[in-house]
């Protein structure tokens, strides 16, 4: 299974955007029974967890520092997850990654992802 993030750019603090993870794969695999995360990593920094959704979308899991102002989707139809980030700050600044986890829920401990997609940059202008 292969996954693209896409949707970063530059945006000014207060804005939004709205980033996209693709996934594809042989013989039809797809992500539709793998809970989904999305972390980041910023200059400098360890990667860190922001945002987690369950297989079915029913059950979603945030850190405390984008809570409120992120929402992470699904669509299982179109193998595509999303994460919609509202009320940008400066320090939200990174690179964003999705992972597909072993299991059919999230975890915020990145080792219980086995697929990781190439990142996209999130530029927060102050």
């Known amino acids: 299974v292969q996954l693209q993030a896409s949707g970063g750019g530059l945006v000014q603090a207060g804005g939004s955007l709205r980033l996209s993870c693709a996934a594809s794969?042989?013989?039809?695999?797809?992500?539709?029974?793998?809970?989904v995360g999305w972390f980041r990593q910023a200059p400098g920094k360890e990667r860190e967890f922001v945002a987690g959704?369950?297989?079915?979308?029913?059950?979603?899991t945030y850190s405390d520092s984008v809570k409120g102002r992120f929402t992470i989707s699904r669509d299982r139809a179109k193998n595509m997850v999303y994460l919609q980030m509202s009320s940008l700050k400066p320090e939200d600044t990174a690179v964003y990654s999705c992972?597909?986890?072993?299991?059919?829920?999230?975890?915020?401990?990145?080792?219980?992802?086995?697929?990781w997609g190439q990142g996209t940059l999130v530029t927060v202008s102050s």
């Open positions: 794969g042989a013989s039809g695999r797809t992500i539709s029974n793998n809970g």
């Open positions: 959704i369950s297989w079915s979308g029913a059950s979603t």
């Open positions: 992972a597909a986890s072993r299991s059919p829920y999230s975890s915020t401990n990145h080792s219980q992802y086995n697929y």
